[in-house]
């Protein structure tokens, strides 16, 4: 009997688990129910990445988690793998097969994967990476970091943290205005909501952050551009790619979020991430004429990652929807466990689409010869 394994690969700053918080939570529920609802056996892995860790030493780390989790290949086994935003890097840095990314004998399981998709990925990078990789901009990233697993527990962060947040991104020279005191003052605030379990949890997750920041680097336009041109795709497995972009801010989407302050500073969050992400990175990214058709150009964005950077392999959609959304990080309090959005962006995702984009995700897995 076919056994389907689906690994799971988290991004930037992605975790398996803090507590009941889930970075594949929802994802990986969707699959599960997925797979057995058509009858196949399938077992659905959450792979832990060091968060910051340079890409080769992830790639190392997904290799790790395959041979573990299947001590030995069999002709039945189906492999996918299944990267959000930097873990689509991982799969295709791994599927290239090279020695010296794992002291043992891959092939077996390499030749058992059948798919790599790819959502949300920085295939030529973004330049928001640029803008993160000074030690002020790093701590800064540790705080949003902090806010979007505040996000996903508690459904929103507090009104006073969120307004300093969305001003402390100062676009317009791309220097900051603020300084360490305050961020270290917006990151304590936010942790003194968890419980001392959670703290602890969190502190050692930021912990392993500190000791190993080689990603930022290697994730600016600049560095990017040699890796796309030089990471081949593995003959006989199929590559995809899921775009995401989400709507452009500006006074229109201001005067949509009406009076309530904490929906004017989450968008005043999300248009200087926008900003941001949809800056020059001096490495031109053209689009296609597919995307040209509907409207798509460099400066087109999910909030971290540049939509036309997000191209590899086959295309397998363009949605509407910001960075997280497609992990099921979206505004849904019917669903159980309940969803919270991380950004209000507009872009309507929601429980139809992402189920949608999902179903179409195993769809094509299983369709691979």
Request: proline fraction near 6%; include cysteine.
């Given at each position: 009997m076919?056994?389907h ?5 988290p991004?930037?700053f992605?975790?398996?688990h803090?507590?009941?918080?889930a ?8 699959l ?8 196949l ?7 832990r ?6 890409l ?6 997904l ?14 086994d ?16 791994l ?5 010296w990314l794992?002291?043992l ?6 030749d ?11 295939h030529?990078?973004t ?10 901009g790093?701590?800064?990233l540790?705080v949003?970091?902090l ?10 962060i ?5 307004f ?5 991104l ?9 300084s360490?005191t305050?961020?270290d003052?917006l990151?304590d605030q ?11 949890q ?6 392993e952050?500190n ?13 990017m ?10 003959p006989?497995?199929?590559?995809y790619s899921?775009?995401t972009r989400s709507p452009r ?9 009406g009076?309530?302050?904490?929906a004017q500073?989450m968008?005043?969050?999300y ?13 031109p ?17 999910d909030?971290?990652v ?22 099921g990080?979206?505004?849904d309090?019917?669903?159980h466990?309940?969803?919270?959005d ?10 139809g ?10 769809d094509t897995l299983?369709?691979?010869?």
């Amino acid at each position: 009997m076919e056994t389907h394994h689906v690994f799971l690969v988290p991004g930037f700053f992605g975790f398996t688990h803090i507590g009941t918080m889930a970075y594949w939570g929802h994802v990986e529920q969707f699959l599960t129910e997925s797979f057995a609802a058509r009858g196949l056996s399938a077992r659905v892995h959450s792979v832990r990445t060091p968060p910051t860790a340079s890409l080769r030493k992830r790639a190392s780390t997904l290799c790790a988690a395959m041979i573990d989790a299947i001590p030995q290949p069999g002709s039945g086994d189906r492999i996918y793998l299944l990267g959000h935003s930097t873990g689509g890097l991982d799969a295709r840095l791994l599927m290239t097969g090279q020695p010296w990314l794992s002291e043992l004998e891959t092939a077996p399981w390499l030749d058992r994967v059948r798919a790599v998709v790819m959502v949300a990925t920085p295939h030529k990078g973004t330049p928001t990476a640029s803008f993160f990789a000074s030690l002020l901009g790093q701590r800064l990233l540790e705080v949003l970091s902090l806010a979007t697993i505040h996000t996903v527990r508690f459904g929103s962060i507090p009104l006073s943290v969120m307004f300093k947040l969305a001003g402390a991104l100062s676009l317009a020279d791309g220097r900051f205005g603020f300084s360490r005191t305050l961020l270290d003052q917006l990151f304590d605030q936010l942790l003194n909501d968890f419980t001392p379990d959670r703290r602890l949890q969190i502190q050692s997750f930021f912990s392993e952050v500190n000791q190993e920041q080689a990603l930022l680097t290697q994730l600016t336009p600049e560095s990017m551009d040699v890796f796309d041109g030089v990471v081949v795709q593995r003959p006989g497995v199929g590559y995809y790619s899921v775009v995401t972009r989400s709507p452009r801010p500006g006074l229109r989407s201001s005067l949509q979020r009406g009076l309530d302050p904490y929906a004017q500073a989450m968008h005043g969050l999300y248009h200087g991430l926008h900003r941001l992400a949809a800056s020059d990175s001096g490495v031109p990214m053209k689009a296609p004429e597919s995307l040209r058709l509907m409207g798509i150009t460099a400066e087109d964005n999910d909030g971290i990652v540049p939509t036309l950077s997000q191209l590899h392999g086959e295309l397998l959609k363009v949605i509407d929807a910001d960075h997280l959304d497609v992990l099921g990080h979206f505004r849904d309090s019917v669903s159980h466990p309940p969803h919270y959005d991380w950004l209000v962006t507009g872009a309507g995702f929601d429980r139809g689409r992402f189920e949608g984009l999902w179903r179409l995700i195993v769809d094509t897995l299983l369709s691979q010869p």
